[in-house]
């Protein structure tokens, strides 16, 4: 094996690990379908796990990272690690930080503007990159075969600012200025040992990078609260066109005086085997400690995200989804004819399951109602008399698949690609959109009924834009396979059950690692989101399908996430991605097949004040490890329980500390 190797590629190319604000943390998932335990006994995980701890803490997600040698002809040869025959030592290296800070402020895609800033009074006039006291960065890190202690990954924020001025109308905590319309003197404490994550050795010397504890917190006096401020002010996101301070550049993504312990960056390792040889995913290394330069194309990416509070359920388009839109040339289904049961059916079943953390989905509002998902609804697609008459390929069934087609929602333009109405890439202004072929069309009736990457109709409506796509729109490749279901051009095939990594063939397993850990993700609507940002739509921001491009510094591409990531994942409570941040959730009865529903976003918060429906962005950050996992009903037999063909699924492991309000301190 070892005369063969020729290069060495880490897997998966970018890797995600969850925030939970417990110590102990759970390995993600490693083949596509797979839902990986959190360990533990007494729990509803798949295998009998729990998502808690024993002090009602939320576990971490972490990644894991396996190293693949390949030989001349680029054919996988063998997994390599600590354990292996061939292998000496390993060396791994890290380097990501947070930028968010620093950062462009964003304002949805379609108003992109570089010469707005977060913080704007703080190194003004810099690019991101270069404002130092903005960024979080604890530097280049290494972990070596044999290290048993962690690496802990700290730096610190706002260093070296002392004073600094506001928009009055910003929302402050416990002072309301005088004259909202003048400025208001702020100053700042900068804050330090801001834990980004921690690296890991598994038995075998993979790199584990468990995530952050997802904290954030604000470093100015007076103290700027979590919120939208222009809802108190004007339309949703501010008045345009004027020199009103209250645009999106200080809308509770973009919240100055703010930081939050998400990150990104890069991985790498030097592999030296028995006989001497250095392997490494960078290039000019030729003993294990080079630093050498990065090879995009062999090492590796980490992003950090929130929790995904309903773990088998998958959003109807993913990350991955993206990237073989991007990269057809990745797609592995690519030129083959369409399958039932590998190409549609799990769309339907994607689009079933909002029925259960989606209150619109679910049919329990009156508006839509008899027109939804649920068991007893006509939207369900998976009762079994629907599955039978839709995995038809016959002429009979051809209006009901027609129909279904006619349905779908199609992007802005002639290509059916989202990235087509956004070009160019940022940092430039996008410009495509303003094309005429791209003109809006706002279509309710059309599915998926999520919002898109241009923002609520209400929204742009309230602001006079006319963006396109303001609901989700479905990739190109999976509108292809389901125009051929509509034509009949398409097999039945057998119901898909998803393969451990270890039973995958070996040439398989590179792709499965890369594809399972961008599987469980959302690939829009983008406003911005919640793993990874619009960016990913753009092939120019990677070297290849998995693998974020050389011209991209650690924290870069994560810098255009919300901040702190706490305010949009409380501000998209409705119709953005309930998959991972659910709208409502249910309880249900067996016996008569009876549910019924609440908001998943409830209770108290460490001010003993209810949870707010309408203004919860600052509460966000004390419950959001707090609230409700949502995972299949167990029945007695520890089967899963299915009514009408779908799976149920209820809320569990919620910490109870939620539902009573805090001992008020003192008499």
């Known amino acids: 094996m070892t005369a063969a190797i020729k290069s060495i590629r880490i897997h998966p190319g970018i890797g995600l690990a969850r925030m939970g604000d417990s110590d102990e943390f759970f390995i993600g998932p490693e083949a596509p379908g797979i839902v990986p335990d959190p360990g533990g006994q007494g729990g509803p995980g798949p295998e009998g796990g729990a998502y ?34 061939e292998v000496r030592s390993m060396r791994w290296r890290v380097h990501v930080r ?9 304002q949805g895609a379609y108003l992109f503007d570089p010469d707005k800033l977060r913080n704007p009074g703080i190194q003004p006039g810099l690019k991101p990159r270069e404002r130092t006291q903005l960024i979080i960065d604890p530097g280049v890190q290494t972990l070596s075969t044999g290290q048993a202690q962690p690496v802990v990954l700290k730096g610190s924020v706002f260093t070296g600012v002392e004073k600094g001025t506001l928009p009055g109308e910003l929302r402050y905590e416990g002072f309301v200025p ?49 919120s939208n401020p222009s809802e108190f002010h004007d339309a949703p996101n501010g008045p345009r066109g004027g020199t009103d301070p209250l645009t999106n550049q200080f809308a509770y993504f973009n919240i ?30 030729s003993k294990a400690e080079d630093e050498g330069r990065r090879n995009p194309a062999q090492g590796a990416w980490i992003i950090t995200a929130p929790p995904k509070y309903a773990p088998h359920m998958l959003h109807v388009v993913s990350i991955l989804d993206r990237i073989y839109e991007a990269f057809p040339e990745a797609y592995p289904h690519r030129g083959k004819k369409t399958v039932f049961y590998r190409d549609i059916h799990p769309l339907f079943a994607k689009a079933v399951n909002y029925g259960w953390v989606s209150a619109e989905a679910a ?23 629907y599955v039978a008459a839709l995995a038809d390929p016959g002429e009979t069934m051809k209006p009901l698949r027609q129909r279904i087609y006619g349905f779908m929602r199609h992007a802005s333009g002639p290509n059916g690609r989202l990235v087509d109405s956004l070009l160019p890439a940022p940092p430039q202004r996008p410009t495509s959109w303003k094309d005429p072929k791209f003109a809006v069309e706002v279509d309710d009736r059309k599915m998926p009924k999520l919002w898109g990457t241009g923002g609520k109709p209400l929204q742009n409506q309230q602001l006079g834009d006319h963006f396109p796509n303001q609901f989700l729109s479905l990739t190109d490749w999976q509108l292809r396979h389901l125009k051929a279901w509509a034509d009949g051009d398409f097999e039945t095939g057998t119901p898909q059950e998803p393969v451990p990594l270890d039973r995958l063939p070996l040439q398989e397993q590179p792709h499965a690692l890369d594809a399972a850990a961008v599987e469980p993700t959302i690939g829009g609507g983008f406003h911005p ?15 290849a399908p998995f693998r974020v491009a050389g011209d991209i510094e650690p924290g870069e591409l994560s810098a255009y996430m919300s901040s702190p990531w706490h305010g949009d994942f409380w501000s998209c409570n409705t119709a953005w991605w309930p998959t991972q941040r659910p709208d409502v959730v249910f309880q249900y009865d067996p016996k008569d097949q009876s549910r019924t529903h609440r908001e998943w976003f409830r209770g108290y918060d460490e001010q003993g004040e209810p949870l707010s429906s309408e203004d919860g962005y600052d509460q966000m950050v004390y419950a959001w490890p707090k609230l409700g996992m949502v995972l299949p009903l167990k029945g007695p037999d520890g089967g899963v329980v299915h009514d009408n063909g779908e799976i149920v699924f209820v809320e569990q492991q919620r910490d109870p500390a939620l539902d009573r309000p805090p001992a008020k301190q003192g008499g």
């Open 52 to 85: 808690r701890d024993g002090a009602q803490r939320l576990k971490r997600q972490a990644q894991r990272y396996r190293v693949y040698a390949y030989d001349e002809a680029g054919a996988v040869i063998g997994e390599l690690s600590a354990g292996s025959g």
């Open 98 to 106: 947070n930028m968010k800070a620093a950062n462009y402020a964003f």
């Open 178 to 226: 005088k004259d909202i319309s003048k400025e208001v003197e702020v100053t700042y404490q900068a804050a330090h040992d801001i834990e980004l994550g921690q690296l890991r050795l598994d038995e075998a010397g993979r790199l584990l990078f468990v995530a952050s504890p997802g904290k954030g917190g604000c470093v100015t006096t007076p103290r700027v609260a979590l």
């Open 256 to 285: 100055p005086g703010w930081w939050d312990d998400t990150c990104g960056g890069e991985i790498d390792v030097t592999v030296t085997l028995k006989d001497g040889t250095v392997l490494s995913t960078r290039d000019g290394v």
């Open 363 to 385: 049919g329990v509002e009156a508006h839509t109602k008899d027109l939804a998902h649920g068991p007893r609804q006509p939207g369900n697609l998976l009762s079994p008399g």
């Open 529 to 543: 989101g919640i793993e990874f940002p619009y960016l990913v739509i753009y092939r120019e921001k990677f070297a």
